[in-house]
């Protein structure tokens, strides 16, 4: 299957650590992304490639796969990080998919 | 400062064609891979194709007999044609740049009779 399965929702208390998963065969062979969604607005990728941070993406946000599953994980979560979370890769057939997403509450 | 800006019909009937551009602003838009994504309302992200650096074109299979994605170097602009549409169809669709750094605004799409 070429299918990402991410947990719906997940809420963190402000300040602490969170970490979303995404999980499926292509991760085995192909790194994944990680997106940021705030409602309204289009995509912003915070993880590239497994775990490398584009420019201007706070150092709170890491990312790293192990086996079929990928991680990001935001330590020190803050109120702006609330918002759907999205990875992505490449599947086996060389096409790209999208994770069912994460939305992540701040509390 | 890149930016990609969008534009295309936001209403359609069943049956007609979508026609959507994403124009590259600020940079040029050879050398790199273009893909189209949409979102449903309320739903999640789905990649809908992209465009190589040599202009292969490489499909999402579920969509692949109904869409065309091209680039016109000439005017720095991407293009996506999506036939046959239905109410399915209807979503925010975006362009993105190499490795989704970049991404378009955004156009909403509906499909209504």
């Known amino acids: 299957s070429s299918d990402l399965t991410q947990d719906p929702a997940v809420s963190v208390a402000l300040g602490q650590t969170v970490r979303i998963t995404c999980q499926g065969d292509?991760?085995?062979?192909?790194?994944p992304n990680w997106f940021q969604q705030k409602p309204g607005q289009a995509p912003i990728l915070v993880i590239h490639?497994?775990?490398n941070r584009p420019s201007g993406i706070p150092d709170r946000f890491s990312g790293s796969t192990s086996g079929n599953t990928a991680s990001l994980t935001i330590t020190g979560a803050q109120a702006e990080d609330e918002a759907d979370y999205y990875c992505?890769?490449?599947?086996?057939?060389?096409?790209?998919?999208f994770g069912t997403g994460t939305k992540v509450t701040v509390l | 400062q890149v930016q990609l800006q969008q534009w295309g019909a936001g209403l359609l009937k069943p049956s007609e064609t979508l026609s959507l551009t994403c124009a590259v602003y600020?940079?040029?838009?050879?050398?790199?891979?273009w893909s189209w994504i949409r979102q449903p309302p309320g739903k999640g992200l789905e990649w809908i194709g992209e465009?190589?650096?040599?202009?292969?074109?490489n499909y999402n299979p579920s969509l692949k007999s109904r869409i065309v994605i091209s680039v016109d170097t000439s005017k720095s602009h991407l293009s996506l044609r999506l036939n046959s549409v239905t109410a399915a169809d209807t979503a925010v669709y975006y362009c993105?740049?190499?490795?989704?750094?970049?991404w378009g605004q955004g156009t909403l799409v509906t499909v209504s009779s």
């Open positions: 992505n890769s490449r599947d086996n057939s060389g096409f790209y998919v």
């Open positions: 600020g940079g040029s838009i050879e050398g790199y891979y």
């Open positions: 993105a740049r190499d490795g989704f750094e970049l």
């Open positions: 465009i190589n650096r040599r202009g292969t074109t």
């Open positions: 490639l497994r775990n």
């Open positions: 292509s991760l085995k062979n192909f790194l």
